[in-house]
């Protein structure tokens, strides 16, 4: 179905998170034209990451129990983690996109492991759209045009550090991800 029927979604979202989406899907669309994606499925998931980004914490709680989300102990601590897979989950109830659109949505607060193109293509272009700033984003911002698995790899151990300076614990999909491609698992 047409993606227009979540306008009213996107247009109740404030002036700065509708720039910051529409920045994050005109970056997949560049990322997609070089990494051999679907462009609109890439702009797709860029302009809907970010859907149910400012719900409340109890109304998260809420449309994930309606979507029937797994509601882990992070999430029951930090509702916000929940902002992909709502969006995502009222894509799929509107038959809006695909699985990959879905995957990537899912998990681009914190990453995963075992993440398709698309996925790792969202997690960086939210981290590193022209309207973020911090020292790293240009030279990952470049580099994820020749690769994105190192991209996302500088972009999780930017994240990383990060948190720790800020004595937080990283969410274990984040570990999870971490983990793989510092084995250098990541094909
Ligand atoms: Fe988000
Ligand atoms: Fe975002």
């Not at 227009?4 to 997609?32: C, E, T, Y």
């Not at 609109?40 to 029937?68: I, Q, T």
């Not at 659109?101 to 607060?109: F, G, K, M, N, S």
């Amino acid at each position: 179905m047409n993606p227009d029927i979540l306008l009213p979604r996107f247009n109740r979202l404030s002036a700065h998170r509708q720039g910051h989406s529409l920045r994050v899907a005109d970056l997949m669309v560049d990322l997609a034209k070089v990494h051999g994606l679907d462009p609109v499925a890439a702009h797709l998931a860029g302009w809907g990451h970010d859907l149910a980004r400012e719900l409340s914490r109890a109304e998260l709680l809420v449309e994930a129990e309606r979507c029937g989300i797994a509601i882990d102990i992070w999430a029951r601590q930090e509702p916000v983690l929940l902002h992909g897979p709502v969006a995502s989950c009222w894509l799929h109830a509107h038959d809006v996109g695909d699985m990959d659109v879905y995957e990537a949505i899912d998990y681009h607060t914190t990453g995963g492991p075992n993440l398709g193109v698309l996925a790792k293509a969202l997690f960086i272009a939210d981290g590193v759209e022209p309207g973020r700033d911090f020292a790293a984003r240009e030279n990952i911002l470049r580099k994820a045009f020749s690769s994105l698995d190192e991209a996302f790899r500088d972009l999780l151990e930017e994240t990383l550090g990060y948190l720790s300076q800020r004595g937080l614990t990283p969410h274990p999909n984040m570990m999870a991800a971490i983990e793989e491609v510092t084995q250098g698992g990541n094909a």
